[in-house]
C-alpha cells in the first residue's frame, strides 16, 4: 500500500470527546486523595462479534494523533465551568493537564482474539480515567470496519475492493472507515475527505444521475468519455444494460476503461457482459460490480468475471458487527504501600482478570499460529519461535515515531498482511465458527 504524506490535516482538540462522569470520577479521585496512583488500564474484548473467527486491531494511530491534541483549552475549560459539570479544582488540575504515562499495545492491522490485550494505558488513575471513552469510540468503531473488510478483501480474492460507504454513515465516521478500510487491504476510497486527510488513493466516476441528466444514454456517456477520457468507467445499467454495454463502446471504443453493474442478477449480468465487451472487441475493459454488496456477496461472485468491487453500506456497518465490543478496565493500581495489586470486576457475565497482561503468538514449527498467550503479571514463555504482540506507542507522555500519519498506515497494512499469512487456514472460512486460534493464560 502506498500512501500520499503531502496531507496537511490538523488534528482537532480532542479532551471534550469523553463522556460527562469521567471527569466526575475525576473529581471525586481528586477529593479521596487517589488521583495520583499509578494504574494500569487495559483494553480487550471479552469476546469476538457472534462466530467470527478473529478481529482486526484498527485505529492506533488515530488516537495517537488526538492524544497529540488531547488538551483542555479556554474553550473546553469554559464549557466546563459554565454548566458546573465539576468544580474549580478540577478545572485547575484539567488546565495543565498532559499525558505523561506509557501506552503499550497490538500494532494496527495486527488480529486479535478474545481477552486480547489490544492496549495498554500505564499512568496515574486520574490521566488514564480521562481517556476512556476516546480510546474505545475510536477503538470499537474502526477495529469493526477493518474487520468487516478484511474478510471481504479475503472473499475478493486479489480482485481489488473499493470504499464507497459515505452516504451510509456519520461524515466524520466515514472517513475513519476509509482509513480503516484500507488498512485491512481495500485498494481506494471514494471519500475525498479520508483522502485529503490520510493521504490515500480515491477514485469515482459518474452515479446514475448524471445519465438521466442527458436527454439520452449516449450523449451522457459522450459527456462523460469527452471530460474525463475513454480509460473511465461508464455505468451501464441506467436503462438497459445490454444497450448500455452498447453505447459505451460505440463512444469510447477498444480503449474504454470499465464498465459498472449496479443491480439485478450480478453473477448472470457479470458473465455475458463479458462476454458481449469481448465480442465488440474490448478485451481488456474491466467490470466492477456495486449493489450493497457484503463478504457473502462477493464470495458468491468468486467464479463471475469481475474485476473490482465497490462496498458501501456493510463495510461501514461492520457487516453485522457496528462495533467490536472492547472495554476498558482498571486491573492493576498502587496501594497505600506504593506497591501494585491486581484488581479486577467480578460482575456475572462481565468478569474481567487483573494484572497487568503481555502477549505473545505461539508459533509451530512451520510458522503458523497455534495460539494466543497471555502472561499475568509477567511475559509468556517463547518456546523459541514466538512473536511478542506488545508495541510501545507513548513513552512518558511522548508518542513514539512510526505510528501516524501516512508511514503509521503503510506500517499498518503490512502488518495486516503478515498477521494474516501466519494464522490458519480457517480465517479464510466465512461460515460461522470459534476463534481460528484459542487463549491460553500463563499464571
Given at each position: 500500500m502506498t500512501v500520499n504524506s503531502t496531507n496537511a490535516w490538523r488534528q482537532p482538540n480532542a479532551a471534550l470527546y469523553t463522556d460527562h462522569y469521567e471527569l466526575t470520577m475525576l473529581q471525586a479521585a481528586l477529593h479521596s486523595g487517589t488521583a495520583s496512583?499509578?494504574?494500569?488500564?487495559?483494553?480487550?474484548?471479552?469476546?469476538?462479534?457472534?462466530?467470527?473467527?478473529?478481529?482486526?486491531?484498527?485505529?492506533?494511530?488515530?488516537?495517537?494523533?488526538?492524544?497529540a491534541a488531547f488538551r483542555f483549552g479556554d474553550e473546553q475549560l469554559a464549557f466546563l465551568e459554565s454548566t458546573s459539570v465539576v468544580d474549580a479544582r478540577t478545572l485547575q488540575w484539567l488546565a495543565?493537564?498532559?499525558?505523561?504515562?506509557?501506552?503499550?499495545?497490538?500494532?494496527?492491522?495486527?488480529?486479535?482474539?478474545?481477552?486480547?490485550?489490544?492496549?495498554?494505558?500505564?499512568?496515574?488513575?486520574?490521566?488514564?480515567?480521562?481517556?476512556?471513552?476516546?480510546?474505545?469510540?475510536?477503538?470499537?468503531?474502526?477495529?469493526?470496519?477493518?474487520?468487516?473488510?478484511?474478510?471481504?478483501?479475503?472473499?475478493?480474492?486479489?480482485?481489488?475492493?473499493?470504499?464507497?460507504?459515505?452516504?451510509r454513515t456519520h461524515e466524520e465516521a466515514a472517513a475513519a472507515a476509509a482509513r480503516a478500510a484500507i488498512i485491512a487491504g481495500f485498494d481506494s476510497t471514494s471519500n475525498l475527505e479520508a483522502g485529503r486527510r490520510y493521504g490515500l488513493k480515491t477514485v469515482g466516476t459518474a452515479a446514475h444521475s448524471f445519465t438521466l441528466l442527458h436527454d439520452s444514454e449516449r450523449d451522457a456517456f459522450e459527456a462523460q468519455v469527452g471530460s474525463l477520457g475513454a480509460n473511465t468507467s461508464l455505468l451501464v445499467d441506467t436503462y438497459d444494460v445490454e444497450a448500455g454495454v452498447r453505447n459505451a463502446v460505440a463512444?469510447?471504443?477498444?480503449?474504454?476503461?470499465?464498465?459498472?453493474?449496479?443491480?439485478?442478477?450480478?453473477?448472470?449480468?457479470?458473465?455475458?457482459?463479458?462476454?458481449?465487451?469481448?465480442?465488440?472487441?474490448?478485451?481488456?475493459?474491466?467490470?466492477?460490480v456495486t449493489s450493497d454488496l457484503d463478504e457473502y456477496a462477493i464470495a458468491s461472485?468468486?467464479?463471475?468475471?469481475?474485476?473490482?468491487?465497490?462496498?458501501?453500506?456493510?463495510?461501514?456497518?461492520?457487516?453485522?458487527?457496528?462495533?467490536?465490543?472492547?472495554?476498558?478496565?482498571?486491573?492493576?493500581?498502587?496501594?497505600?504501600?506504593?506497591e501494585f495489586v491486581s484488581v479486577a470486576k467480578a460482575a456475572k457475565?462481565?468478569?474481567?482478570?487483573?494484572?497487568?497482561?503481555?502477549?505473545?503468538?505461539?508459533?509451530n514449527a512451520h510458522g503458523t499460529a497455534t495460539a494466543e498467550v497471555i502472561g499475568i503479571g509477567h511475559r509468556p514463555l517463547d518456546d523459541g519461535n514466538d512473536r511478542p504482540l506488545l508495541e510501545q506507542f507513548v513513552a512518558d507522555g511522548e508518542i513514539l515515531?512510526?505510528?501516524?500519519?501516512?508511514?503509521?498506515?503503510?506500517?499498518?497494512?503490512?502488518?495486516?498482511?503478515?498477521?494474516l499469512?501466519?494464522?490458519?487456514?480457517?480465517?479464510?472460512?466465512?461460515?460461522?465458527?470459534?476463534?481460528?486460534?484459542p487463549t491460553e493464560y500463563e499464571e
Open positions: 496512583r499509578r494504574s494500569v488500564f487495559e483494553v480487550f474484548g471479552r469476546r469476538l462479534p457472534d462466530g467470527r473467527r478473529y478481529g482486526v486491531v484498527a485505529g492506533t494511530g488515530r488516537i495517537l494523533e488526538a492524544l495543565g493537564f498532559r499525558f505523561s504515562g506509557n501506552i503499550f499495545g497490538y500494532a494496527e492491522g495486527e488480529a486479535y482474539f478474545p481477552h486480547s490485550p489490544i492496549l495498554t494505558v500505564e499512568a496515574t488513575f486520574a490521566e488514564a480515567c480521562i481517556l476512556e471513552t476516546l480510546l474505545l469510540s475510536v477503538l470499537n468503531h474502526d477495529s469493526a470496519i477493518a474487520s468487516a473488510a478484511s474478510r471481504m478483501v479475503t472473499a475478493a480474492g486479489g480482485r481489488p475492493c473499493i470504499e464507497m460507504g459515505s452516504r463512444v469510447a471504443g477498444t480503449k474504454l476503461g470499465g464498465v459498472r453493474l449496479d443491480s439485478g442478477d450480478l453473477v448472470a449480468q457479470a458473465r455475458w457482459v463479458r462476454e458481449l465487451l469481448d465480442d465488440l472487441g474490448n478485451t481488456d475493459t474491466r467490470i466492477m461472485l468468486a467464479s463471475a468475471p469481475v474485476d473490482a468491487y465497490g462496498v458501501g453500506t456493510s463495510l461501514v456497518t461492520g457487516s453485522g458487527a457496528p462495533t467490536a465490543g472492547m472495554v476498558y478496565k482498571l486491573v492493576s493500581r498502587e496501594g497505600d504501600d506504593h457475565n462481565k468478569a474481567s482478570r487483573g494484572g497487568r497482561k503481555y502477549a505473545l503468538r505461539r508459533l515515531p512510526g505510528w501516524t500519519g501516512a508511514g503509521g498506515m503503510e506500517r499498518a497494512a503490512k502488518r495486516h498482511t503478515d498477521s499469512a501466519e494464522l490458519p487456514a480457517s480465517v479464510n472460512r466465512l461460515q460461522r465458527g470459534e476463534p481460528a486460534i
